[in-house]
């Protein structure tokens, strides 16, 4: 099982630019379907963006257009670049790993399971 450890929130003005970046360990490669989820304060967490294990991508329609998932298949580390941030976006953002289509089934609105999840990091748009 993963250890994912999120960093790079913090506090931004609507506008603004964020970059998350989720460091995997106990992983040698991205044998695994990996995404972004958030949660705000009493509502349930919400995917954001996965990417799968052969590249493919996808992303919700509250962020398409201004977040772009990639990942670091040297570093192990999948980022979530942040763009035109909106007061909305206010969230904890969690780093998901699954290896059995839970990110995929979150994407398209199913019930779906996560076998590894990282502690989140608290991202704050404010002006």
């Known amino acids: 099982q993963l250890q994912l450890v999120e960093s790079g929130g913090g506090l931004v003005q609507p506008g603004g630019s964020l970059r998350l970046s989720c460091a995997a360990s106990g992983a040698t490669a991205w044998n695994y379907d990996i995404g972004w989820f958030r949660q705000a304060p009493g509502k349930d967490r919400e995917p954001v963006s996965c990417v799968t294990v052969d590249g493919s991508i996808y992303y919700s329609d509250s962020v398409k257009g201004r977040f772009a998932i990639s990942r670091d298949n040297t570093k192990i580390t999948l980022y979530l670049q942040m763009s035109s941030l909106k007061p909305e976006d206010k969230d904890v953002y969690y780093c998901?790993?699954?290896?059995?289509?839970?990110?995929?089934?979150?994407?398209?609105?199913?019930?779906?399971?996560?076998?590894?999840w990282g502690r989140g990091a608290q991202v704050t748009v404010s002006s």
């Open positions: 998901a790993e699954d290896s059995w289509g839970g990110t995929i089934r979150a994407m398209y609105g199913e019930d779906y399971t996560i076998r590894s």
